[in-house]
Nanobody, 126 residues
Framework: QVQLVESGGGLVQAGGSLRLSCAASGRTFSNYAMAWFRQAPGKEREFVASISGSGGNTYLSDSVKGRFTISRDNAKNMVYLQMQSLNPEDTAVYYC???????????????????WGQGTQVTVSS
């Protein structure tokens, strides 16, 4: 069982930056690929970024490539999403997700992930 707790959301002006954090419980954090998803009101949950258990491989959605960076610190059981050049279209609830796996692949669907956090709100004002 893995428990995930996101933090770092808030209100920011367009062009600004935020760093989201996700704290994970458990002793085998490196056995989990981690991902960030987001969901805006009235829209489906959308893949943002993922990172392999070792941290050596990442995927980013085209909508955030070049602006967002995903990273992890396995010693601290933490995963991060550094967001820059934010725009109002980035406004959403951001969720951290974990997938138990022994290899890394591109898993952009929410159904691929076993565990979810409660989400943190990011609001970008114009």
């Amino acid at each position: 069982q893995v428990q995930l707790v996101e933090s770092g959301g808030g209100l920011v002006q367009a062009g600004g930056s935020l760093r989201l954090s996700c704290a994970a419980s458990g002793r085998t954090f490196s056995n989990y690929a981690m991902a960030w998803f987001r969901q805006a009101p009235g829209k489906e949950r959308e893949f943002v970024a993922s990172i392999s258990g070792s941290g050596g491989n990442t995927y980013l959605s085209d909508s955030v490539k070049g602006r967002f960076t995903i990273s992890r610190d396995n010693a601290k059981n933490m995963v991060y999403l550094q967001m820059q050049s934010l725009n109002p279209e980035d406004t959403a609830v951001y969720y951290c997700a974990a997938k138990f796996t022994s290899y890394f692949g591109n898993w952009p669907a929410p159904g691929h992930y076993n565990y979810w956090g409660q989400g943190t709100q990011v609001t970008v004002s114009s």
